[in-house]
């Protein structure tokens, strides 16, 4: 028999309790684990539920229950939760959190108390939801050197961007669309600024290079700017518009980001549509590996955080989380204005001739009823500084989206 | 230290030690195990490699070196690769193995020698390649119950019907193109008739229900019988023609088979192409989630066995493989030919009354330039065996092929 304890009853907590209870015989008969679910703790009461009994209000129930030997973590925010993990696990209690905000800003904190308490911290929920991403990355991929990570981490911003592409809609008929069907919040910012999107790829290029990024330090572009124009000749070109979290290894260095993408339609993320997430995995011995799946919901993050709580009561005492030390400065990180890419650019109040003066050679694009003094191209290879000077002499700039390089 | 020995040199052998050799420093920095190749195993002699030394043609040494905690098989065959294999673990050493032959006809008396010993048994190559996906199913998804498996397992045949798609050839130029190409062996019969997609649906099958299914009761279709006319009816009906690896719970049974499908193309699986795997859970928790990747090749699959060793070496002394029982009979198996299915049907010398007369509503599909006297149409779900009869009275069957339930 191992107990297990629920920090907050909200969706993922009440999900994840859900899920416990559907297959709780089979986490038994096939995993050879016997897990009872000790306490939840929530300062609301939850009366008439089959499992009322198990409530309380006081984080000390479950921290002097020797018995508890796992913590799921499933509040969200920084605190009081940091607060309560860091006390679970200085007591020697594995926990394990879908809070993203958490391990992005205290993750590396965390990690180290684990590890000097013996126990484990999992995050498998904070980052793709039902995906397992992960915990593949640093078990099953571990012989490899990650050399790049690409991935579509927030679903709310893919179905605005899938109806955009899909049904033509602008960019706030989609929007409201999301908020109508519960994928977007009232205040939608997070979601579209790619604030959420950020988190996610701190957390997954701090696990595969061993150090602790914060969001502050990554370049983050949101969806908001695009059009349904930048759309539409995204379409004709071949691309598919995306919002991509990124990281890849340039030099010694390491160059995190989010901003929204030209994704080739010959590439495994472009069919990456609606809530579902897909994180495209790259290293030097197994090429590319893709992880798709839902990315958010109720039942989808629950099963992410209760299979670590299955692994983590299964191999109590092991250290098995991945790993990454805390970074004293951010001189690791990568400057993208000096990196190199290749943009998209639509301007207005300009000519072919012009633009070819100035960027050389480039690729044209077309759509349908263009106005006649509208230009939209695709630059060579340089660097985002060059690209923004050039456009300052260029005209009135519309938008400016990267290339995925697939 | 952790010693580990590799058994075999041939491609996926000399892609380990060479995986091993670029990344060693890497795997020790990042997940704290200094990993020692011990021995290779191989009856033939490579001289002038920078570690020719490590080569030995006698099995004794590795077993006899209690350094030697792990031992890759990467031979190939049932034989002598059992009998090595049992060794291994009889003296309580890990094994990581590669071979799905051998995992999909001994898979559960090695999982319980391993068992027995205290060791582990691995496999996550054998089974798309480098793709993590029998690792994360046991662990990160085993809250869940699992209700349906579905996959493209073999790189070959996707390859031979991606051509067939996107370039209009004809199976006999696309298999040539694909022997060209080294995708496809001289004899090709174990990819194209299905017998390497059924051993990799075998394995899927035992970890995800618990207990061994063997081969020779997967109902097996491959794709010598396609044609360009079956492509161009599924292109313009909104299907990609897949060979598909599957397993459902029907009752208290399951169903495991290997057929090609006609697969939506708003399914994930549908985008899947060349020699690249994809593979789509479903589960009662997680809903649908698709592992996608290189299903074979030297280093995508050296990455996968290098994986499974570097966790054996982490977690030496604990029992973390998956687990299923050996069966003494099929009756766990569902009859196929009583279960409903939606099939494609292309017949010749017959007309749309004379379908509608015996199939009732179906959907009849076009293509260009049809002879007059052909028929193709989707049936409505039926039973195979009913399926046949109509068949059998409507003219000359061509082609018959089930549509994948998205």
Redesign the interface.
């Known amino acids: 028999m191992s107990k297990f304890a629920v920090l907050g009853h909200g969706v993922v907590g009440s999900g994840t309790v859900e899920?416990?209870n559907?297959?709780r015989e089979?986490?038994h008969?096939?995993?050879?684990i016997d897990l009872e679910l000790g306490y939840i703790l929530d300062i609301r009461d939850f009366p008439g539920l089959p499992y009322s009994d198990k409530f309380t209000k006081n984080i000390d129930d479950i921290l002097n229950d020797d018995e508890v030997t796992v913590v799921a973590e499933v509040m969200g925010g920084v605190h009081p939760a940091y607060d309560f993990v860091l006390a679970c696990l200085n007591k020697g209690k594995s926990v394990c959190t879908s809070n993203k905000e958490l391990v992005a800003k205290k993750g590396a904190e965390l990690l180290r108390a684990a590890k000097e308490h013996n126990c484990n911290f999992m995050f498998?929920a904070s980052t793709g939801g039902?995906?397992?991403v992960l915990?593949?990355m640093?078990?099953?991929?571990?012989?490899?050197?990650i050399t790049r990570i690409a991935g579509i981490l927030n679903g709310t911003t893919n179905f605005i961007l899938t109806r955009m592409i899909e049904d033509d809609m602008d960019f706030a008929d989609a929007l409201k669309l999301a908020q109508d069907n519960g994928y977007a919040e009232k205040d939608p910012t997070a979601d579209i600024e790619g604030h959420d999107a950020c988190r996610k790829i701190c957390i997954l290029s701090s696990l595969a290079f061993?150090r602790h990024v914060y969001p502050e330090w990554v370049h983050c572009v949101g969806i908001s700017g695009i059009t349904i124009e930048d759309v539409a000749y995204a379409d004709k070109a071949g691309y598919s518009v995306k919002l991509i979290g990124s990281v890849e290894c340039v030099g010694d260095k390491i160059l995190p980001m989010v901003a929204p993408r030209f994704v080739p339609k010959s590439c495994?993320l472009s069919?990456?549509s609606d809530v579902?997430n897909g994180i495209m995995l790259y290293?030097?011995?197994?090429?590319?590996?893709?992880?798709?799946?839902?990315g958010a919901?109720k039942?989808?993050t629950?099963?992410?955080?209760?299979?670590?709580?299955?692994?983590c009561a299964?191999?109590s005492g092991?250290d098995?989380s991945g790993?990454w030390e805390d970074s004293a400065d951010n001189s690791f990180i990568a400057d993208y204005k000096t990196q190199t890419v290749r943009k998209y650019i639509r301007a207005a109040g300009t000519d072919r001739a012009k633009v070819t003066t100035l960027f050389g050679d480039v690729r044209f694009l077309s759509r349908d009823s263009a106005p006649s003094d509208e230009v939209a191209f695709i630059t060579s290879p340089m660097t985002e500084t060059d690209i923004r000077e050039k456009c300052e002499k260029l005209g009135q700039v519309k938008s400016d989206i990267r290339i995925y390089n697939a």
């Open positions: 899920l416990f559907m297959n089979l986490i008969k096939r995993q050879g498998e039902a995906i397992p915990r593949p640093h078990t099953c991929l571990a012989g490899n050197e061993g495994e069919s990456v579902f290293g030097n011995g197994f090429d590319q590996i893709m992880f798709y799946g839902k919901g039942l989808p629950a099963s992410a955080v209760l299979g670590d709580v299955i692994d299964k191999k092991t098995m790993f």
